[in-house]
């Protein structure tokens, strides 16, 4: 089993996946770069391991490969895994505000994610459309997030929970004063 703690390491997992499921959809880098809107050169860049993309950069691929945010990430298939939150390396909007840690990603043949996402105050994240059937169920741990859905505005404290059809354009926010912790679900019909 390979480590998952180091940035080296993901990018390398990131980089393989991406070279891989680019191939197996029988796709050119100029073809994924016009689907995903992330220009060819970053591509190029991720699939060879010489940049670390953010999460805003993996969520579009991921929508434009019409994939799992976290199929980028996946590193094994073991038939038990126990996993260490202080393992995985968590992806980042460009800033420490916004952590995302994939704790168990998509695989194929398993219609889920499990994500862990960590929103220090002022911390916003905005997430485009997922496929229609796609569900997201979120668990707040600690804090006070604020959850758009299409034009509808939620607010959840620690210890509530929300279900949410995900095929609309929805996002997260701390607008509060205190570290935001959650658990996220995401099911794939």
Not at 116 to 123: D, H, R, S, V
Not at 171 to 187: D, E, P, Q
Request: contains cysteine; proline residues 4%; glycine residues 8%.
């Amino acid at each position: 089993m390979q480590e998952r703690n180091s940035v080296e390491n993901l990018n390398e997992i990131i980089s393989g996946n991406l070279k891989r499921l680019r191939r197996e959809k029988e796709l050119t880098l100029d073809a994924l770069a016009e689907m995903t809107g992330v220009s060819k050169s970053m591509l190029g860049q991720i699939e060879r391991g010489e940049s670390a993309p953010s999460v805003a950069t993996l969520w579009k691929i991921s929508m434009g490969m019409k994939i799992s945010f976290t199929s980028l990430m996946v590193e094994n298939d073991q038939e038990a895994q126990i996993i260490d939150n202080g393992d995985i390396e968590p992806l980042t909007n460009g800033d420490d505000n916004f952590k995302l840690y994939p704790v168990f990603p998509f695989e194929p043949g398993r219609n889920f994610e499990i994500l862990t996402i960590e929103m220090q105050p002022g911390a916003e994240s905005l997430s485009m459309p997922h496929d229609p059937g796609t569900e997201e169920f979120v668990m707040v741990y600690s804090g006070q997030m604020t959850l758009l859905v299409g034009e509808a505005v939620y607010t959840l404290n620690a210890n509530q929970s929300i279900r949410y059809e995900a095929d609309k354009k929805h996002g997260y926010a701390n607008r509060g004063k205190a570290l935001v912790k959650l658990c996220m679900v995401i099911y794939y019909a």
